[in-house]
């Protein structure tokens, strides 16, 4: 069935450097990819999300990478700050197009 | 604020117990979604409905139900509670023209504890 993998679970880096978080989906008619961010106790929001036309996009720390080809994609900070700590979901839209297919989360941990 | 109102923000119950969740999406969004989060666990989607419609199913258990009504709100009844059940309940709402690939707003999310 249709399903994607995410990874890291957890990813800790120290305040300033990047982290990285990829995901592989399954589903080639997938054509739309979000990534949403989820603070402690909240609830998801959209960061940032691309559709299969493009290859990158960017908004300004934050940068999600596309591959159709090899079908995963990938979420990029730079200058991670605390406030970046949180857990981050993938997404990748289903053959049907009516919902959504979730990674399993990354927990974000920046260190001072 | 997301636009997407959930109600009760908390609730504790009973085994064996049926409850229901309430959710108003934003305004103009046709399409609301219903999702599961038990600790530290990622989001299971449950069920959308779109525009008075069952549009997609995921893991949703029998004792499980939802619906969307004309004034497209959606409750979500839970029946024969477990203490599996307790979890975070998120809905979210969307434009959707049918199609998933718009932004999904959360709401707050309800909290169900079975005991």
């Known amino acids: 069935g249709e399903n994607v993998e995410q990874h890291p679970s957890t990813l800790s880096v120290q305040e300033g450097d990047s982290a990285v978080i990829k995901c592989t989906y399954s589903?080639?008619?997938?054509?739309?990819f979000p990534w949403y961010k989820q603070e402690l106790g909240k609830r998801p929001q959209l960061i940032i999300d691309i559709r299969s036309n493009v290859g990158e996009k960017k908004d300004q720390r934050i940068a999600v990478t596309l591959n159709k080809t090899a079908k995963h994609f990938s979420l990029h900070i730079t200058e991670t700050q605390p406030e970046d700590s949180a857990v981050y979901f993938c997404a990748a839209s289903g053959r049907s197009n009516y919902q959504l297919i979730w990674g399993a989360g990354t927990k974000l941990i920046i260190k001072p | 604020d997301s636009g997407v109102t959930q109600t009760p923000k908390h609730l504790i119950t009973a085994t064996g117990q049926r409850v229901t969740l309430r959710c108003s999406p934003r305004?103009?969004?046709?399409?609301v979604y219903w999702y599961q989060q038990s600790l530290d666990q990622g989001l299971q989607f449950l069920i959308q409905y779109y525009n008075g419609e069952e549009r997609a199913k995921g893991n949703i258990l029998e004792r499980f139900s939802a619906q969307q009504f004309p004034d497209l709100h959606s409750e979500l009844n839970l029946s024969s509670l477990e203490l599996g059940d307790s979890a975070l309940y998120f809905c979210?709402?969307?434009?959707?023209?049918?199609?998933?690939?718009?932004?999904?707003?959360f709401g707050q999310g309800t909290r169900l504890t079975v005991v």
């Open positions: 305004s103009g969004d046709l399409s």
């Open positions: 979210a709402s969307s434009v959707g023209g049918g199609s998933m690939n718009t932004e999904a707003f």
């Open positions: 589903d080639s008619a997938s054509n739309y």
